[in-house]
């Protein structure tokens, strides 16, 4: 019992949590289970036909998610209706296994045989902040658009479970954390192991309960806390790597929880000291991880043509506008280390912008674009993962697809501790289908 307290309080102390984590009972169908991150393939419905024809009438995350494809159609009423019934569903019929007091470490392998190392936890919200100046333990990396939170609000509020895409990211280049609790539970029989549909790979978790492996993770966080606090005291902990809505919006319904409370009560009659909506699922990944690769977020615009938008840009940035002789040879030219480039793609042809910027890309670039949609308001904008999308969308009318260059992970946490986050969509962790899959949860309620 000592050393439950031990671990126990040092984890809290570094606004971590130890979950009671639900996996479906059925794991020989876990792969019409897990379903990814309901923020990819946004321009893409038939993705999600495809998802949906793959689950057919098996229970899966599909069934508790409102992708955001779908996000302004008109009958989000009735999806949020249906999803919050079949959640109650699921838990009264036993589609859950008896939950599992502990973390998961798991592996992802993914489409393009890269093995990435993670490690399921829960994340005290009162630890997390997104605003431009926090100095939480658990900080945003991107900025975060508030109009975005209210709709999401409308999917957890009441909701009985949750079910995670949130990466957090840790600054360990010793690999203490992640690698290391890895190191200490794969040679034990797997909680779970399924394929991911659509060609997206495959993922092994393991069960981290026992005492002994929880207070070296206690241990190993509260050595990175120790070694991220900072000459004013304040503690960089982990950064949002994933889901920073997603997070945002789940501190935003505890905060609302937490309002409405009355002596010590949740208007559930639950302790709202120690409310399951206080907390959040997450997966937290190492920076240091090989199998973490740091895409660009590219962008794409309906509305407009290539040759309005880059001779605005080219105007605003400065630089010089270059033709390009294939696909292959823009994707070179943008990718190059030492230069700041900008990709455009459009039935117009492709090119780039050349640009003097020696500063990070997007982070001149995403002003200048909301001062062009400004100034263009029939103009609208998507944030694409992946070349491929670009080049299918910009074949579009009146689309132009902008190809961006990587983000390096040199000073990451520097610079979001000296600077603030960073503009919206400035990475992205992965290509499209190496996000993270739905695949564990957790109660919201008692």
Partial sequence: MILLMKYDEMLERRSIRVPEVLIPRDRANLSRWAVIACDQYTQDRAYWKRAAEVVGTAPSALNVILPEVYLEDGDRAARLAAIRATMRDYLAAGVFSDPTKGFVYIERTTAYGRLRKGLVVAVDLDGYDWKPDAKAPIRATEATIVDRIPPRMEIRRGAPIESPHIMLLANDPGKKLVEGIGARVTSGTPLYETDLMLNAGSITGWAVDSAEDLDYAAQAIESLAQAGTGDDGSTFLFAVGDGNHSLATAKAVWDELKASSRDGKAS???????????????????????????????????????????????????????????????????SEPNETRFGFVSREGISYLDSPASTLAVSRLQPALDDFIARHPGVKIDYIHGSDEVFRLAAG???????LPPVEKNRFFATIAEGGPLPRKSFSMGEASEKRFYLECRKLTE
């Fill in 268 to 334: 559930d009659g639950a302790s709202i000291q120690n409310h399951p909506a206080r907390y959040a699922l997450v997966e937290i990944v190492n920076l240091y991880d090989e199998g973490l690769t740091f895409e660009p977020i590219h962008r794409v615009l309906f509305g407009t043509s290539a040759a309005e938008l880059s001779k605005f840009l080219a105007e605003k940035l400065g630089g010089t506008l270059k033709a390009a002789q294939s696909p292959e040879s823009l994707e070179r030219a943008v």
């Fill in 397 to 403: 009318e009146n689309a132009v697809a902008m190809l």
